[in-house]
């Protein structure tokens, strides 16, 4: 019951089409292929095996026509070193110098480093490169008639990583001054879904350094040159198309406005400019044109040149179910990597990279992701879905032992290595680092995030943590227990800071027990909320950015709980009166009887209790925790001066349980998809 597949077979034999003396040429033959043996029914696995070699694709879509039987499923496997792309790979000798007037528009040694490569010379349009787009989470392009949001562009990946669109500065941020116009004003009083009905609502106007706007003054045009940063708040990053740079009056006008307003000294750069293509790692595509720039960072004679092109997934499991997916990489997409709707689908062993979506969107029952890696991604990692939350029966998911590193490189907030959604998933052992925002990001009930080791997240971030959720009662029965937080703090300007794990704006039932936290910002932040538990932690050595270890709060924004408020609306999306979910969580009902600004408002059936703290700082706590009608318990936490040992195994799972009276051992050396090198 094997299928052979070959990206190099020339022999057309329908006879003896997919043996392994004529394999199949493509996916697409290799899965009608499959079609055809699912209809005469499966006696045994049905294993596609991909010879060595890259598989060129425009999207493989499959449903219950290919799909196994839990006895029998479906294989897709890699036999050698695979590579699924729905890009171009381009060869060095596509590339060649510039032209005098090209030449004079740079500066610098780009004049001579930059190369250059005519892509209609292959045959592809306009559609195959795409139009520049909104990029950031919370960017209001939306607002705008004629604006462009998606799909987003063709990506260019030089030995396998994302090359950056010319910009200005080459690194970092820009900071402008004291906003000249904030259009959001005039709305600021409006909620988010009034605002998101408004329809053109102005520009911008920021106040930028002189050195800034005299360079801009070099630049050709402003045709399509954009802005990118955190006008407001480190959560919220946007774009822009820019209008105008007036280079006397130190102003740039951008013709989207910020939809949280702007501030004094927010961060921001300046991209998408032919005249600054001026270092190694750079590209800019003529998009009237269709010539493609490039600043090389290495030798193009034997670099790996790999350009996006397709807009949707490199794999489509629509229905179907009992399907493996074996050692395959996947690249070369200007949307997800791979999109699974069905059960009992097992994605193990592969790479996803170089897409500007998300690695994999998975919505099913009993379905896994496991050892796998993804990196490189324009959105984020994993997006889970499945469970029922009406019956709150549970998934069956598991996303495990993959490493995920350098995700949302292009949406940087609120892209995370692993978001779930539904009702039971469990997320184990993996690990997760280099992201500027968070790495796990959850609703709904009854997940389990445990054994995993996360670190250098929320790089570019503030008010944010690496386990994230809020603004919700109803995400509740979340366990976060054994995982290994460290090395965690932002470059950015802090006002709330960076946090372990963060339960936000008055959300339910969350157990954060028995993890590690090394080197972070700070380790943890209630910001109100009910059945909170924080217990037997342990919080080891502060960073230069610390200011508290543990954050305990009340909510600030006490009107999200009144009728019509967000709080309320959400909680009308389930059956929360249900006799299982009373069983589930007996305080939820309660909740409801509390007055919102002075009661509702404070953490309530909280507990803070049990931790140990070494070398690092207080506790914060600002309402009046110990009132007997909260219920709250904050006690027997233990502040030791000094680290006794710098061998964390040992420390979690010897010394401070054998010095800390009913501190439970941390087992410390079963954390991380291998073993971590502290």
Same mark, same amino acid.
């Given at each position: 019951?094997?299928?052979?597949?070959?990206?190099?077979?020339?022999?057309?034999?329908?006879?003896?089409?997919?043996?392994?003396?004529?394999?199949?040429?493509?996916?697409? =033959?290799?899965?009608?292929?499959?079609?055809?043996?699912?209809?005469?029914?499966? +006696?045994?696995?049905?294993?596609?095996?991909?010879?060595?070699?890259?598989?060129?694709?425009?999207?493989?879509?499959?449903? =219950?026509?290919?799909?196994?039987?839990? =006895?029998?499923?479906?294989?897709?496997?890699? &036999?050698?070193?695979?590579?699924?792309?729905?890009?171009?790979?381009?060869?060095?000798?596509?590339?060649?110098?510039?032209?005098?007037? !090209?030449?004079?528009?740079?500066?610098?040694?780009?004049?001579?480093?930059?190369?250059?490569?005519?892509?209609?010379?292959?045959?592809?349009?306009?559609?195959?490169?795409?139009?520049?787009?909104?990029?950031?989470?919370?960017?209001?392009?939306?607002?705008?008639?004629?604006?462009?949001?998606?799909?987003?562009? %063709?990506?260019?990946?030089?030995?396998?990583?994302?090359?950056?669109?010319?910009?200005?500065?080459?690194?970092?941020?820009?900071? %402008?001054?004291?906003?000249?116009?904030?259009?959001?004003?005039?709305?600021?009083?409006?909620?988010?879904?009034?605002?998101?009905?408004?329809?053109?609502?102005?520009?911008?106007?920021?106040?930028?350094?002189?050195?800034?706007?005299?360079?801009?003054?070099?630049?050709?045009?402003?045709?399509?040159?954009?802005?990118?940063?955190?006008?407001?708040?480190?959560?919220?990053?946007?774009?822009?198309?820019?209008?105008?740079?007036?280079?006397?009056?130190?102003?740039?006008?951008?013709?989207?406005?910020?939809?949280?307003?702007?501030?004094?000294?927010?961060?921001?750069?300046?991209?998408?400019?032919?005249?600054?293509?001026?270092?190694?790692?750079?590209?800019?595509?003529?998009?009237?044109?269709?010539?493609?720039?490039?600043?090389?960072?290495? &030798?193009?004679?034997?670099?790996?040149?790999?350009?996006?092109?397709?807009?949707?997934?490199?794999?489509?499991? &629509?229905?179907?179910?009992?399907?493996?997916?074996?050692?395959?990489?996947?690249?070369?997409?200007?949307?997800?990597?791979?999109?699974?709707?069905?059960?009992?689908?097992?994605?193990?062993?592969?790479?996803?990279?170089?897409?500007?979506?998300?690695?994999?969107?998975?919505?099913?029952?009993?379905?896994?992701?496991?050892?796998?890696?993804?990196?490189?991604?324009?959105?984020?990692?994993?997006?889970?879905?499945?469970? &029922?939350?009406?019956?709150?029966?549970? +998934?069956?998911?598991?996303?495990?032992?993959?490493?995920?590193?350098?995700?949302?490189?292009?949406?940087?907030?609120?892209?995370?290595?692993?978001?779930?959604?539904?009702?039971?998933?469990?997320?184990?052992?993996?690990?997760?680092?280099?992201?500027? *925002?968070?790495?796990?990001?959850?609703?709904?009930?009854?997940?389990?995030?445990?054994? @995993?080791?996360?670190?250098?997240? %929320?790089?570019?971030?503030?008010?944010?943590?690496?386990?994230?959720?809020?603004?919700?009662?109803?995400?509740?029965?979340?366990?976060?227990?054994?995982? %290994?937080?460290?090395?965690?703090? +932002?470059?950015?300007?802090?006002?709330?800071?960076?946090?372990?794990?963060?339960?936000?704006? @008055?959300?339910?039932?969350?157990?954060?027990?028995?993890?590690?936290?090394?080197?972070?910002?700070?380790?943890?932040?209630?910001?109100?909320?009910?059945?909170?538990?924080?217990?037997?932690?342990?919080?080891?050595?502060?960073?230069?950015?610390?200011?508290?270890?543990?954050?305990? *709060?009340?909510?600030?924004?006490?009107?999200?709980?009144?009728?019509?408020?967000?709080?309320? !609306?959400?909680?009308?999306?389930?059956?929360?009166?249900?006799?299982?979910?009373?069983?589930?969580?007996?305080?939820?009902?309660?909740?409801?009887?509390?007055?919102?600004?002075?009661?509702? +408002?404070?953490?309530?059936?909280?507990?803070?209790?049990?931790?140990?703290?070494?070398?690092?700082?207080?506790?914060?706590? @600002?309402?009046?925790?110990?009132?007997?009608?909260?219920? @709250?318990?904050?006690?027997?936490?233990?502040?030791?001066?000094?680290?006794?040992?710098?061998?964390?195994? !040992?420390?979690?799972?010897?010394?401070?349980?054998?010095?800390?009276?009913?501190?439970?051992?941390?087992?410390?050396?079963?954390?991380?998809?291998?073993?971590?090198?502290?």
């Amino acid at each position: 019951m094997d299928i052979f597949v070959s990206p190099k077979n020339i022999r057309n034999d329908p006879q003896k089409r997919g043996s392994e003396g004529n394999p199949a040429s493509s996916l697409a =033959e290799a899965l009608d292929l499959v079609r055809e043996a699912v209809k005469g029914g499966l +006696s045994a696995p049905l294993t596609v095996r991909l010879a060595e070699g890259e598989y060129r694709t425009d999207g493989l879509v499959m449903g =219950e026509e290919a799909s196994g039987t839990p =006895e029998y499923p479906v294989i897709w496997k890699a &036999d050698g070193k695979v590579t699924v792309n729905g890009g171009l790979t381009l060869t060095s000798d596509l590339f060649r110098g510039l032209c005098d007037e !090209e030449k004079g528009r740079l500066h610098g040694d780009a004049c001579e480093k930059v190369v250059k490569c005519d892509l209609t010379e292959l045959g592809l349009t306009r559609d195959d490169w795409g139009e520049m787009c909104a990029i950031g989470n919370y960017h209001s392009g939306g607002n705008y008639d004629g604006s462009v949001v998606s799909p987003m562009w %063709c990506e260019l990946f030089v030995n396998g990583t994302r090359q950056e669109i010319a910009r200005y500065p080459d690194r970092d941020f820009l900071y %402008c001054g004291e906003p000249v116009k904030a259009g959001h004003d005039k709305y600021k009083d409006l909620l988010e879904e009034e605002f998101n009905r408004v329809r053109n609502p102005g520009t911008d106007i920021y106040t930028i350094d002189p050195d800034t706007a005299k360079r801009a003054a070099g630049w050709k045009s402003f045709d399509d040159v954009w802005m990118f940063g955190y006008p407001m708040f480190g959560w919220c990053d946007m774009s822009s198309p820019v209008i105008s740079i007036d280079p006397g009056k130190c102003t740039m006008e951008t013709a989207w406005i910020s939809c949280a307003g702007i501030r004094d000294h927010a961060p921001y750069y300046l991209y998408n400019i032919f005249e600054e293509l001026d270092s190694p790692g750079e590209w800019y595509l003529d998009r009237e044109k269709g010539i493609l720039y490039l600043y090389p960072a290495s &030798d193009l004679q034997t670099a790996d040149i790999k350009l996006s092109l397709i807009t949707e997934g490199l794999f489509k499991i &629509d229905g179907g179910h009992d399907i493996v997916i074996s050692g395959i990489s996947f690249t070369g997409t200007r949307g997800d990597g791979l999109e699974i709707k069905g059960d009992r689908i097992r994605v193990e062993n592969c790479t996803v990279r170089n897409v500007a979506g998300w690695a994999i969107v998975m919505d099913g029952e009993e379905c896994a992701v496991t050892w796998s890696e993804i990196e490189r991604t324009g959105r984020g990692g994993i997006r889970l879905y499945g469970g &029922d939350r009406d019956t709150l029966r549970p +998934s069956g998911n598991v996303i495990s032992f993959n490493h995920i590193h350098h995700i949302a490189e292009i949406f940087r907030t609120y892209n995370a290595a692993v978001e779930l959604f539904g009702v039971g998933h469990l997320v184990t052992h993996n690990e997760i680092h280099d992201s500027a *925002h968070v790495a796990i990001l959850f609703h709904g009930n009854n997940h389990i995030m445990t054994f @995993n080791e996360i670190y250098e997240v %929320c790089k570019i971030a503030d008010d944010s943590s690496a386990i994230y959720a809020g603004r919700d009662y109803t995400i509740a029965g979340n366990m976060i227990k054994y995982n %290994c937080f460290h090395d965690m703090k +932002s470059d950015a300007d802090n006002s709330i800071g960076i946090f372990g794990t963060y339960c936000d704006d @008055n959300m339910g039932l969350t157990y954060i027990e028995n993890n590690v936290f090394i080197r972070c910002q700070s380790a943890v932040l209630f910001h109100g909320g009910h059945d909170l538990k924080f217990r037997g932690n342990l919080i080891a050595l502060h960073c230069p950015k610390s200011v508290y270890s543990i954050r305990f *709060h009340r909510f600030f924004y006490w009107r999200a709980l009144l009728p019509g408020g967000y709080h309320m !609306e959400r909680v009308k999306a389930v059956p929360w009166q249900s006799r299982k979910w009373q069983e589930s969580y007996p305080h939820l009902s309660e909740y409801f009887t509390w007055e919102p600004e002075k009661v509702q +408002s404070c953490p309530h059936y909280c507990d803070v209790s049990g931790n140990v703290l070494i070398d690092h700082m207080p506790i914060d706590i @600002n309402f009046d925790w110990a009132d007997e009608s909260f219920h @709250n318990k904050v006690e027997n936490n233990t502040i030791i001066e000094k680290l006794p040992t710098d061998d964390f195994r !040992e420390l979690c799972e010897k010394t401070i349980p054998e010095t800390v009276k009913d501190f439970r051992p941390i087992p410390f050396s079963e954390i991380g998809r291998k073993p971590m090198q502290l």
